[in-house]
């Protein structure tokens, strides 16, 4: 039997390792000047906007939303498709998470159903790339900035994809990337916020490290209450290896993302009733392949016959307002409907840098075994 196939892996070249060991050789494996080299290289793909590197791609979000003012009495609005703290961390700034319901073509936030879901306590919008495919990004800023709203994106899964030729980050509100390890570039953990200037750069480097500034060679004050978030150098060190290769690792996603569309042929949903992804190879940088399996077979059933054929499978994402913690804010089923169908059957097939055509053949051969 073949060797098994994960949904995700990490590809760190002898050259990233080589630089990580120089890090650790250096005695200075804390933020230091790699975390200050990753962010401005960063800032240059970005258009020249600021940006700063954090421990996670979770604070970077719960930081946009302080440095915006957001609180207690405060609404933002999110999807109910994504990685859970997307909404915790509204939670964590004390204010209120509000669902939109999923576009049930491409799996993102509804921006009909944002529109209907927003009040006077309306203060932001979340808005989740899911597998890197970007909102429309003209619609979503015209209705922030018709309600006067602020925009956290949560492009965890989005480095790498554009909006009209532009990089998603370099343009817009705050933007969050996550560098987690099955993203499409890593530092292992790690993550950076995309702000709009020098002020909210200032205020985001008091937020991840304790609310300290300094000055001379002594002075400390502290004036916001801030957290330990900072990135070490051996994670940046991690990060710069990766960000060097985002072009190649983008093409070959995109690449590999063709030839899904191309082994499982115009007929596999009609012949199976499992919806495919949009075809988007202009924008999608294709961090995940993701298919919502009919109702027929579960997910359950499905990801089991698929690692009996050594083939990993995803599972991305739960819908969140179906978590005990949501359920007790009076969150229950039957509210977003999209999003409880597409949750209870979607799965994210193997996808990731190394992956060779032979690869997805297998998959798809492996799928149409199980759902034909």
């Not at 115009?266 to 993701?290: C, I, R, S, V």
Request: charged share 20%; proline share 5%; hydrophobic share 40%.
């Amino acid at each position: 039997m073949s060797n098994f196939l994960p949904f995700s892996r990490p590809t760190i070249d002898e050259a990233t390792i080589a630089s990580v060991a120089d890090v650790l050789r250096s005695g200075w494996i804390t933020s230091g000047p790699k975390v200050q080299e990753f962010e401005k290289k960063l800032s240059k793909y970005f258009g020249g906007r600021p940006v700063r590197t954090f421990n996670s791609g979770t604070c970077t979000m719960e930081i946009a939303l302080r440095i915006a003012g957001i609180g207690a009495g405060d609404e933002v609005i999110t999807t109910p498709i994504s990685w859970v703290a997307t909404a915790n961390v509204i939670l964590e700034v004390g204010a209120t998470p509000v669902f939109a319901d999923i576009d049930p073509v491409t799996r993102n936030i509804d921006l009909d159903k944002v529109e209907a879901a927003i009040t006077p306590r309306t203060k932001a919008i979340i808005p989740v790339y899911l597998a890197g495919k970007p909102v429309d990004m003209g619609r979503l800023y015209a209705i922030a900035s018709q309600h006067k709203l602020r925009v956290v994106e949560d492009a965890a899964q989005a480095i790498g994809s554009t909006w009209k030729g532009k990089p998603i980050g370099s343009f817009g509100d705050f933007v969050s990337f996550s560098f987690q390890a099955n993203k499409n570039i890593t530092t292992s953990e790690g993550g950076c916020l995309v702000l709009n200037n020098a002020e909210e750069a200032a205020l985001a480097e008091k937020y991840r490290l304790q609310g300290v500034t300094r000055s001379g060679w002594d002075g400390i004050e502290v004036d916001v209450l801030g957290g330990k978030f900072n990135m070490t150098d051996i994670a940046a060190a991690i990060g710069l290896g990766q960000f060097a290769q985002l072009n190649a690792i983008t093409e070959q996603r995109r690449k590999l993302a063709r030839h899904y569309f191309a082994t499982l042929g115009k007929d596999f949903q009609a012949q199976t009733g499992a919806q495919l992804p949009p075809k988007d190879f202009e924008n999608t940088n294709w961090h995940l392949f993701q298919i919502v399996l009919p109702e027929r077979i579960t997910r359950a059933d499905f990801m089991a016959r698929m690692k009996d054929r050594n083939i990993g499978v995803g599972y991305h994402y739960a819908p969140i307002h179906l978590f005990k913690l949501y359920r007790a804010l009076g969150f229950k089923e039957g509210m977003f409907p999209v999003a409880e169908r597409v949750g209870r059957q979607i799965v994210s097939l193997p996808m990731f840098y190394a992956m060779n055509e032979g690869d997805v053949e297998r998959t798809c051969a492996a799928m149409r075994e199980v759902l034909m």
